[in-house]
C-alpha cells in the first residue's frame, strides 16, 4: 500500500483556470512534507515544507496547505510555464531515519494558452 | 545558490559493465542521496549517506553500492549492469541529519544499458 498518493495523476487546465492538486499520506507521526516542481529532463525543484496541520504556504500563484491526511497544491490563475509534474514527499517523525523522505508518484500539470 | 552536479546527463553502457556515475554539492552538506526514477513508479531511494564513509540502504539497493570518501561527492556503483537498471539516477543533498532540511537534486542521469 501506497504511503503518499496523489492525485489526479494528469490534469489539464486553460490557463487562468485555478484548481487543486492533491497529496495524501498514511504515515504516522509526519515530520514534514514537501512538495517539488520537475520539469521534463530536469532534476525536482524545492517548492515548499510544511510542517503542521492548518499551515500553509505561497510562492506566487502556487499555495500549499497541510491537514492530518492530505496536502493540497493550489494553483491560482496559472500560467503555461506552470506546466509540469508536481510531486509530493513525506518524512515520517516515529521510527526508521530520520531524513529519508518518502515520494508519491507525481501530478503531470498541463496548462494550455 | 546550492549546487548539486551529476558527472553525466546521459550514458549507455553495455550489460554486465561496471557503471560508474558521480554526484558532486558544493555546499557542505551532510546528507547525499541516490534516487533511481521510473515511469509509474515515481522517485525511489537506493542508499543514502549522513557523513563521509557512512552509509545506509534505501528502498531498493540490490545491484548497487555507493561510495562517500569526501564530503562533497557520492558516487554510485552499478557493479554489473542490467537491462533492469535502465532509469532516470537523480543525486540529492540535504544540509543536516539532525533538522529537517529540504533536498537539493541535480540535473539527473539518464542511463540505458543495453
Known amino acids: 500500500e501506497d504511503q503518499v498518493t496523489q492525485s489526479p495523476e494528469a490534469l489539464r487546465l486553460q490557463e487562468g483556470e485555478s484548481s487543486s492538486l492533491n497529496c495524501s499520506y498514511t504515515?504516522?507521526?509526519?515530520?514534514?512534507l514537501f512538495w517539488y516542481r520537475q520539469d521534463p529532463g530536469k532534476g525536482p525543484e524545492f517548492l515548499f515544507t510544511?510542517?503542521?496541520a492548518g499551515e500553509e504556504k505561497e510562492k506566487e500563484r502556487l499555495k500549499a496547505t497541510l491537514t492530518k491526511k492530505e496536502s493540497f497544491l493550489h494553483i491560482t490563475a496559472p500560467k503555461p510555464e506552470d506546466s509540469a509534474t508536481y510531486l509530493c514527499?513525506?518524512?515520517?517523525?516515529?521510527?526508521?531515519?530520520?531524513?529519508?523522505?518518502?515520494f508519491g508518484k507525481g501530478t503531470l500539470l498541463t496548462v494550455n494558452p | 545558490d546550492v549546487k548539486v552536479t551529476q558527472s553525466s546527463r546521459y550514458l549507455v553502457k553495455r550489460t554486465g559493465e561496471k557503471v560508474f556515475l558521480e554526484c558532486v554539492q558544493d555546499m557542505d552538506h551532510e546528507n547525499m542521496f541516490w534516487y533511481r526514477q521510473d515511469p509509474g513508479l515515481g522517485l525511489r531511494l537506493i542508499y543514502f549517506s549522513y557523513d563521509v564513509k557512512m552509509k545506509e540502504k534505501g528502498d531498493i539497493p540490490e545491484g548497487y553500492s555507493v561510495s562517500r570518501e569526501k564530503k562533497e561527492r557520492f558516487s554510485l556503483i552499478l557493479e554489473s549492469a542490467s537491462t533492469n537498471q535502465t532509469s532516470m539516477y537523480l543525486c540529492?543533498?540535504?544540509?543536516?541529519?539532525?533538522?529537517?532540511?529540504?533536498?537539493?537534486f541535480g540535473p539527473g542521469t539518464r542511463l540505458t544499458v543495453t
Open positions: 504515515v504516522s507521526g509526519l515530520r514534514g
Open positions: 514527499a513525506v518524512q515520517e517523525g516515529s521510527g526508521g531515519s530520520n531524513y529519508k523522505l518518502t
Open positions: 540529492a543533498s540535504s544540509f543536516s541529519r539532525v533538522t529537517l532540511d529540504e533536498q537539493y
Open positions: 510544511l510542517y503542521s
